[in-house]
């Protein structure tokens, strides 16, 4: 009986939980390097390091303005690419080992008995 | 009808999973699992030792790693349905007791449980370890009421079904069960009055546990917050990290804030829509200290950084900073230099572009005056913009002070109300707020100590209101624990230390000895008016154990008699016996209240007049109240008096409710004093006179009848004669022998001496108040002169005779 609940367990609430787990650690990396908020202010200037208004400014100092502006987002979009492709990376590794291991999840009963049978036979590699 | 089965598969999950997630199953297969992956990949992929020119080729490879793979495979599975579905084992499907037995429970019953076997194993479940710490609920208790018939069980199983519906609980958990115990014993309401709970006390305890148990796990609960490059796009803010402190990251570690009160979760949603919409981009948060305004920014703050609430872009992760107002002042030194400060600020919050700036206590900005700063000139433009969102609080006093003074200020904020809490409220806030002052202190809080906390923080603490009393209560509380346990001991040591007074008067050896001798404890300094002494300690006997109207003040009383008699003197005996201290005596000579128009001044607020009635009674609750001379007061004075001898309760010209519950209150007069003398030189007994002379006041227009039945006692006092005349002298010397003490220097007085002093001092219109006069005339003058001529030093006795006076 307590095996047949186990076995039920595994194919299903065992496996759903196991998905959701993986999906939320997928969720947690993704907020971790901030991937949503890198894409949408990828060209947004660094920490508004010129963010002082320039209207009344003489022209000189506007063109000035702007490029320190012009550096702000470059500085930003280096930095920003980094850590995407960083986080991207971390993201991938973490989404291919949990696919395998979801691939794997309903196997694993079939893997013992299968292992079982590779022994009996002596298979090795 | 409900029995439990043992052997449905719920329960042996439960069972297995107690095996399965114990320790040392744990440890043992970690080191199985570990140990069959390395000796699997040894077996299987180790290469031979020796491959070429070997006479034998010798190999440890052996499909027998494929075993060791296949039991580390089946350990690990094990463990993992043993984590997720046998230790809190999933609810079934029916409303069956089976289906909704928590797993622990489902292990503490055994396999043919009965009340009192369950009882015994109460401490195997978590909620009813939890129910036994908090509501004392020990095994004796609970085995004492609980049957021993097993078919007991399935009434108790059907009652805690019952109890599960009404807190809206997951499982039937041990404390449900532990409930449903008690409630199906005839006489629960009985045994628990005895512990000072009710029913409903333990329902709520475990609808407690699992409010605490969801806390605790969803702190565990990963938060997502935005990441490393949240504030990226947003601007540096040095001057304004010196200045203010950041609330967004000091919330955004811990479990979430909660929020109980609905009235809380509408301001925190008129914030959102306010700083979501255009326009004025400002709330000024306005209610009384200890309202909760700080836990709703802390709250509103939360939900800002929390990246899975849905909120438009434009608040997303945008931070509250509150400013720091004592730093900002004390580094502008010069005039001019805060607004300067303030603007770099102000300046900084806006570039930054992810600022919220919080003004806490924010009349601190706006005040008028010599030492005090007012930057609404600096604030008004950035106000007027909208183009930095800003939050204000302060109480609804400071509001309208400010509003009087800057009314386009006052009207361009947005005001919301924040109302104090109820009882109900204060409650769920306390118990949530358990957790983090027990991890704090390192104790373990009660549950009948936070019932405590609500009552008597509502009767002393005046300087807050509901929830931040009973949370300041309850915190300072923890520096009395007895073992580590708070208790209502601990919570009623917190008032009486912090407020200086006694609550239950009864309490140690000590204090009911003092008690049952409080005659004898006033008649050390005060002489005859024995009547007036029994009648007073008798009602302050009733209401040192508990036995009087808590919502009116301990005592009441008139006290009727010629002057100089120990009226006054009575009132100062009570103060240092039953107050522990003369100087806890309020007294107001009413022939200062003549008029109608002195009522204000009797109720006048503490910051216009210290010395008024309330402003004094708010301030040290616990004295004895004397009002002297009470029939001169004008007949309003007296109207306002009723309620606070009908109800303890006096408001002052502020509203603010001042309590007199605490307070002995004593009225006096020489209303009828000519009456009593000729009584009692009649060779009458006194006691026969208090109702002809009290019917003769009311008809006279003296009192009100109204006024005279709202005193618990009306006391006569007695004129004195000589041989009472007689005692005082001897009590005026001892007062006088204690002054020279530090001298070492005492007066002794011959007996003929003291008849020459009770002769000049007699007068029977005035008391015993020439006889001081005469004492000090005579004896104190003499002991001045003989201590100037050298007469007398340390240690000399003066002994007076006749002749020297």
Known sequence: MLIISFFKWWYTRGLKNYFLKFFDTLKNAADFFSIRLLISNFFSPFRQISAEKTTSLALDARIRAFFDYLLSCVIGAIIRFFILVIGTVVIIIQTVLGLICGVLWPLAPALIVYCFVLYSKGIMF | ?805
């Open chain 2, 1 to 805: 009808m409900d029995s439990f089965n043992p052997h449905s598969i719920r329960a042996k999950k439960a069972r297995a999973g107690k095996i399965l997630n114990s320790a040392p199953f744990r440890i043992l297969s970690t080191v199985l699992i570990i140990f069959g992956l390395f000796a699997f990949v040894f077996f299987i992929f180790s290469a031979p030792l020796c491959k070429t020119n070997c006479a034998v080729e010798f190999t440890f490879r052996s499909p027998v790693g494929w075993i060791f793979l296949a039991v580390s495979t089946l350990l690990f599975m094990i463990r993992l349905w043993a984590k997720d579905d046998c230790d809190r084992v999933p609810l079934g499907k029916t409303d069956n007791i089976n289906d909704i037995l928590s797993a622990n429970v489902m292990i503490a019953l055994g396999k043919s449980p009965t009340p009192v076997s369950f009882s015994g194993k109460l401490y195997k479940t978590r909620s009813g370890k939890f129910l036994s710490l908090r509501f004392n609920i020990t095994k004796d208790f609970l085995t004492k009421i609980a049957s021993e018939l097993p078919e007991d069980m399935s009434s108790v199983f059907a009652t805690a079904r019952e109890i599960r519906a009404e807190i809206d609980a997951e499982v039937v958990s041990g404390g449900i069960l532990a409930t449903a115990i008690i409630a199906n014993h005839p006489n629960h309401e009985e045994f628990l009055r005895g512990l000072k709970l009710e029913l409903s006390d333990l329902k709520n305890g475990v609808d407690w546990y699992n409010h605490l148990y969801g806390l605790v796990k969803s702190a565990n609960k990963h938060r997502r917050d935005g990441g490393i490059a949240r504030d990226f796009s947003f601007g540096y803010i040095p001057t304004l990290s010196r200045y203010a402190v950041n609330i967004s990251e000091r919330r955004s570690r811990g479990p979430k804030t909660q929020i109980h009160l609905s009235s809380h979760r509408e301001i925190i949603q008129k914030m959102l829509e306010a700083f979501s919409k255009g326009g004025r981009q400002n709330i000024a948060l306005v209610g009384p200290e200890g309202s909760g305004r700080s836990t709703i920014i802390d709250a509103f703050a939360e939900e800002l950084m929390d990246a899975d609430v849905k909120l438009p872009s434009s608040l997303k992760y945008r931070q509250i900073y509150t400013l720091d107002a004592t730093a900002l002042i004390s580094s502008a030194g010069e005039r001019g230099q805060l607004e300067n400060l303030m603007t770099i600020v102000l300046n900084e919050a806006y570039a930054a572009k992810n600022i919220i700036l919080c003004l806490d206590n924010a009349q601190l900005f706006f005040e008028e005056g010599v030492g005090s700063v007012d930057i609404s000139n600096v604030l008004m433009p950035i106000i007027d913009a909208g183009q930095l969102r800003l939050i204000f609080t302060m109480d609804e006093q400071k509001f309208l002070e400010i509003s009087a003074r800057n009314s386009t200020l006052a009207n361009k904020l947005n005001k919301v109300v924040v109302d104090p809490a109820n009882e109900a409220e204060t409650m769920k806030i306390m118990e949530d707020n358990i957790l983090s002052l027990e991890n704090k202190y390192g104790v373990t809080f009660e549950y009948l100590a936070l019932k405590e906390s609500y009552r008597l923080s509502e009767r002393y603490i005046h300087d807050l209101v509901m929830p931040g009393r009973a949370l300041n209560l309850l915190e300072s509380s923890a520096n009395y624990a007895e073992n580590k346990i708070v208790t209502i001991v601990s919570v009623k040591s917190a008032v009486e230390k912090t407020k200086g007074v006694r609550l239950s008067a009864a309490n140690s050896e000590t204090d009911k000895k003092e008690l049952l001798n409080l005659e004898e404890k006033i008649h050390e300094r005060m002489i005859d008016q024995t009547e007036a002494v029994k009648t007073v300690s008798d009602a302050l006997r009733r209401a040192a154990v508990g036995v009087r109207n808590e919502n009116r003040p301990i005592g009441t009383f008139l006290f009727l008699g010629p002057t100089g008699v120990g009226k006054t003197e009575l009132a100062k005996s009570l103060a240092e016996v039953y107050f522990h201290g003369e100087n806890n005596l309020i007294r107001l000579d009413m022939n200062e209240f003549i008029n109608s128009t002195d009522v204000a001044r009797l109720i006048e607020e503490g910051k216009d007049n210290s010395e008024s009635l309330t402003a004094q009674v708010m301030k040290q609750p616990f004295s004895v109240v004397l009002l002297d001379e009470i029939e001169k007061a004008h007949p309003s004075v007296l109207t306002t008096l009723l309620q606070l001898l009908d109800e303890g309760i006096l408001r002052d010209a502020g509203n603010h409710e001042v309590s007199f519950r605490d307070a002995i209150l004593i009225a006096t007069s020489n209303a009828g004093a000519e009456k009593i003398r000729e009584y009692v030189e009649s060779g009458k007994n006194l006691a026969n006179l208090k109702e002809s002379l009290i019917n003769e006041m009311i008809h006279s227009g003296q009192f009100k009848p109204e006024f005279l039945n709202r005193f618990d006692e009306i006391c006569l006092f007695s004129p004195l004669g000589k041989s009472e005349l007689r005692q005082i002298v001897d009590l005026i010397i001892k007062s006088v022998n204690k002054t020279l003490e530090p001298q070492k220097i005492s007066v002794e007085l011959s007996e003929d001496a003291k008849d020459i002093l009770v002769e000049r001092g007699y007068d029977p219109k005035m008391g015993a108040r020439p006889m001081r006069r005469i004492i000090q005339k005579t004896v104190e003058n003499l002991v001045a002169r003989q201590v100037l001529e050298g007469d007398a030093s340390s240690g000399t006795t003066i002994k007076i005779t006749p002749d020297m006076l």
